[in-house]
T-cell receptor, first 113, second 112 residues
Framework: NAGVTQTPKFQVLKTGQSMTLQCAQD?????MSWYRQDPGMGLRLIHY???????DQGEVPNGYNVSRSTTEDFPLRLLSAAPSQTSVYFC????????????FGQGTRLTVV | KQEVTQIPAALSVPEGENLVLNCSFT??????LQWFRQDPGKGLTSLLL?????REQTSGRLNASLDKSSGRSTLYIAASQPGDSATYLC???????????FGAGTRLTVKP
């Protein structure tokens, strides 16, 4: 079982560049979300989706876009990377919103220089 | 705004000891609380999920309790092992939005 797969695992960007972090799940989960994890701050929600075609903002959405064209995929786009976006990014999914157990990907460590 | 706090930030114990990790939250209006384990450089693994109507959940050597009225949860680990060394995070699901709120975690080290 693949579970939640994130690519790439590591990425270095220059300020102003754009990129897409990929997330795919093979568990037919409705709910998917993106978090960033910064030292001493826990995980913070960036965007989430309760199903294909439906997305919404979390606590820290600025500078990020998402789309959900299929149940399986939930890519996160950085529009114009800034050093403040240096972080570890996690994608998560659960069967129905967050009332059920959440499964996390292995993370993408992003450095913006 | 829901705030989740985990104290201590780090804990070191000898192998075989029973231990308790603490999680507190400011708003008792929650759907559930989850405890996760995170190994260095890895993602999060869900350990236990407690619904708001439940008082505790058990899985093997782990027992998690929930006292919603006081805004507290504990994760009890019995007979700790070096393999339990990891960061443990708790997260609550507030009733008023879809945002799962995380604590900053407790980094546990179990010494052989």
């Amino acid at each position: 079982n693949a579970g939640v797969t994130q690519t790439p695992k590591f990425q270095v960007l220059k300020t102003g560049q754009s990129m897409t972090l990929q997330c795919a799940q093979d568990m037919n989960h409705e709910y998917m979300s993106w978090y960033r994890q910064d030292p001493g701050m826990g995980l913070r929600l960036i965007h989430y989706s309760v199903g294909a075609g439906i997305t919404d903002q979390g606590e820290v959405p600025n500078g990020y876009n998402v789309s959900r064209s299929t149940t399986e995929d939930f890519p996160l786009r950085l529009l114009s990377a800034a050093p403040s976006q240096t972080s570890v990014y996690f994608c998560a999914s659960s069967f129905r919103d967050t009332l059920t157990e959440a499964f996390f990907g292995q993370g993408t460590r992003l450095t913006v220089v | 705004k829901q705030e989740v706090t985990q104290i201590p930030a780090a804990l070191s114990v000898p192998e075989g000891e029973n231990l308790v990790l603490n999680c507190s939250f400011t708003d008792s209006a929650i759907y559930n609380l989850q405890w996760f384990r995170q190994d260095p450089g890895k993602g999060l693994t869900s350990l236990l999920l407690i619904q708001s109507s439940q008082r505790e959940q058990t899985s093997g050597r782990l027992n998690a309790s929930l006292d919603k009225s006081s805004g507290r949860s504990t994760l009890y680990i019995a007979a700790s092992q070096p393999g339990d060394s990891a960061t443990y995070l708790c997260a609550v699901k507030p009733r008023n939005n879809n945002d799962m709120r995380f604590g900053a975690g407790t980094r546990l080290t179990v010494k052989p």
